[in-house]
């Protein structure tokens, strides 16, 4: 990220979800395992931002040897004129069994 011209960047290490709470639940699906990444991302071409504060959360759903299930939050606030905003992103990775 920061070869796009991202600043601060500080990414915490993935974390054990030990005991479940609406913080680590997301779209209704409880994670496992979770972590967060701020950064400033930087947006050109808009006379009125150059920058905005960005909070991205992961939420490890599943990993075992036919599934990968992670669902990603982007949070992006206190931006100029503009609303405070978040996309929910969703990755899902299928594969046959091992043996098969």
């Not at 290490?13 to 972590?35: C, F, H, I, Y």
């Not at 669902?71 to 931006?79: A, G, K, P, S």
Request: aromatic share 8%; with cysteine.
């Amino acid at each position: 990220m920061a070869f796009r011209g991202e600043q601060s960047i500080v990414m915490n290490p993935w974390e054990k979800v030990e005991n479940p709470s609406d913080e680590s639940t997301l779209l209704g699906q409880q994670a496992r395992m979770m972590r967060t990444m701020s950064m400033i991302v930087q947006v050109k071409g808009n006379p009125m931002v150059s920058v905005c504060p960005t909070t991205k959360t992961y939420y490890l759903l599943e990993n075992s040897e036919t599934k990968f299930h992670m669902l990603c939050r982007n949070n992006t606030r206190d931006v100029p004129y503009c609303d405070s905003f978040q996309i929910i992103e969703e990755y899902l990775f299928l594969s046959p069994e091992p043996n098969s």
